[in-house]
């Protein structure tokens, strides 16, 4: 997972990336003027997921408001060095998804980030049962069939964000701008194609129907959903002996 970051103090950001990294998160830090001229890639789809991570400083109100204003749905945490209420509160009425209180562990991050991202999806729980497969939001690989099955980084990011949308038809575009943070507008090559054709071959083996869970919607982009059930055929009706013919009953 990709986040952008603002942390002021130069001297913070080298623990703070390590700690983030430690946890799976990979970030990019920012300047001040991310939020004046930064933000328009966010609005495209796939760019709502990269979640906004923003250091304490004077500007923090108005940062928070700038990236509201410009339309951005991304969950966005203020990292703060001590506890106020009276600021948090403040913070959360202008946008803020949440807020954390040094120490900041990566650990802590990324839960409250997976927990923003999942309901802003519409999903309370923490994971989803779609047929034999259960995806879950907490970097747990899914579950296909009973059996767990091993995926690798870059799979499961991809899997994350299909299962985030399940039963939605969602772009490559979107799906590489999540994955790989660029903005929809730049070329990008058959990486996808060959992670969802791997992701395919992994459920497949493990699911005991040995289905297909992603559909490609041609010209639109992939879907995760439960394969179609095969209709059974009608049970044969067996014919009464204790009735008669139907002519003999006329």
Excluded: W
């Excluded at 796939?46 to 304490?56: D, T, V, Y």
């Excluded at 807020?99 to 650990?107: H, Q």
């Amino acid at each position: 997972m990709r986040a952008y970051v603002f942390e002021p103090r130069e001297k913070r950001q080298k623990s703070l990336a390590t700690e983030l990294e430690n946890a799976g998160i990979e970030p990019f830090f920012v300047d001040e003027d991310f939020f004046e001229t930064g933000l328009a890639p966010l609005t495209q789809p796939g760019g709502e997921a990269r979640p906004i991570l923003i250091g304490e400083s004077p500007d923090t109100h108005d940062q928070i408001r700038a990236v509201r204003r410009a339309g951005c749905t991304n969950p966005m945490i203020v990292l703060r060095d001590f506890r106020n209420s009276q600021d948090t509160s403040a913070a959360l009425d202008r946008g803020a998804d949440d807020v954390i209180v040094s120490p900041i562990k990566g650990s802590e991050v990324m839960s409250r980030i997976n927990s923003i991202l999942r309901r802003s999806h519409g999903h309370a729980a923490e994971c989803v049962e779609v047929g034999e497969l259960t995806a879950f939001f907490d970097g747990r690989d899914p579950i296909v069939s009973g059996a767990r099955i091993k995926l690798s980084k870059r799979e499961h990011s991809i899997f994350q964000h299909l299962a985030l949308n399940s039963n939605k038809v969602i772009s490559k575009n979107a799906i590489y701008d999540a994955v790989y943070g660029m903005s929809a507008d730049q070329p990008f090559d058959k990486v996808i194609d060959v992670y969802i054709c791997k992701l395919r071959k992994k459920i497949a083996a493990a699911a005991s129907s040995g289905a297909q869970y992603i559909e490609t919607v041609h010209g639109r982009g992939y879907k995760l959903s439960a394969p179609e059930q095969l209709e059974l055929p009608a049970p044969e009706v067996q014919a009464d002996s204790r009735q008669p013919p139907l002519q003999a009953r006329a």
